[in-house]
């Protein structure tokens, strides 16, 4: 009798993980261990925790070549979250894509800080009551929204506040919205306002915000050169650049924001560490009573806070 002939074992999920992680070596990605993870994780279709589990599984024929084709664009150069196409924010999933900037890490110390200046105003942190629908008690304004990061996080993290989400770019609006749709009973107390800064906000709402947040432009024009190429080539070039020197954005914001802000409102802005100096002192000239910057997680000035009321 003649032995059943064995074909090749069936590639498990596991050697899946291990060719991924190998080539992203070999196209020089700084973290090819934890990213081969990541898309293995998205192409599997289950949990970390599951697939650590699940590791010595038979991966299925459509993961296998899903793989293939995230690792062609990875391997790239387009950054690992376009890749996959989501990234959380502050414990919220948001859609991304080339239309808007990745949401940064410092990003969500902005929104911790925006989120204790309105607690500092009087605000009520904490999840949304079901039974209370989207009554709400004050307004804050998320100008730049991009993928909608600090306003979903602004709306989740704050019950009373409606949340105005603007921007200058249709196409970043158009990730908002999806955004928006996705994330449930907080969404429903933003809205989305396409224009420059304030001017995409109704007239009604001037002198009427208790809080303005903002992750704005803030690369100099000639340090564009200096930016990853990753970022350069991939990400929105008008969400990163400022102008020649890298503070219009926020000069904007703050020469307009008085106007716009209550009586004690106070404007909560991500910048770069070496503009913590100059933005305090234009936040001081247009006329706010106290400014200083709060640290990112790496302890470099990161936050400015302006405060029209010490
Ligand atoms: C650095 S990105 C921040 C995106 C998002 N808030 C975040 O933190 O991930 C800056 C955003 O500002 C928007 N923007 C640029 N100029 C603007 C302007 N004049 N008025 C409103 N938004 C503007 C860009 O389209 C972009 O979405």
Do not use: K
Request: net charge negative.
């Amino acid at each position: 009798m003649t032995e059943p002939t064995r074909g090749p074992r069936p590639a498990t999920w596991r050697d899946l993980r291990a060719r991924a992680e190998a080539a992203l070596r070999e196209a020089g990605v700084a973290s090819p261990e934890a990213e081969a993870r990541w898309l293995v994780v998205e192409v599997s279709g289950w949990s970390a925790p599951e697939l650590a589990l699940a590791g010595d599984e038979p991966a299925t024929a459509r993961g296998g070549m899903r793989l293939e084709e995230l690792l062609e664009r990875r391997c790239a150069g387009e950054p690992l979250q376009y890749v996959l196409g989501s990234w959380s924010f502050r414990g919220i999933e948001l859609m991304v894509d080339r239309r808007v900037l990745v949401p940064r890490p410092e990003t969500e110390v902005t929104a911790e800080v925006a989120v204790e200046e309105a607690q500092r105003l009087g605000a009520r942190r904490g999840a949304p009551d079901p039974w209370s629908g989207a009554a709400t008690s004050y307004v804050v304004a998320d100008l730049g929204t991009g993928s909608g990061a600090l306003a979903l996080a602004l709306a989740a993290e704050l019950p009373d506040a409606a949340v105005w989400a603007t921007d200058v770019s249709e196409d970043a609006l158009a990730v908002a919205g999806a955004n928006l749709a996705g994330a449930g009973l907080p969404a429903t107390r933003i809205r989305l306002a396409l224009g420059s800064w304030f001017g995409a906000l109704p007239t009604s709402l001037r002198g009427g915000l208790r809080l303005v947040v903002s992750n704005p432009p803030y690369v100099a024009e000639s340090e564009v050169a200096d930016l990853p190429r990753e970022v350069v080539d991939h990400e929105p070039i008008e969400a990163l650049v400022a102008g020649p020197n890298g503070l219009e954005a926020v000069e904007a914001i703050l020469a307009e924001a008085g106007d716009w802000l209550e009586a004690d409102g106070t404007v909560v802005c991500e910048l770069a560490p070496h503009q913590a100096e100059p933005a305090v002192e234009r936040a001081l000239d247009a006329g706010f009573v106290e400014a200083f910057v709060r640290p990112d997680l790496s302890g470099r000035p990161r936050v400015l806070v302006a405060r029209r009321r010490g």
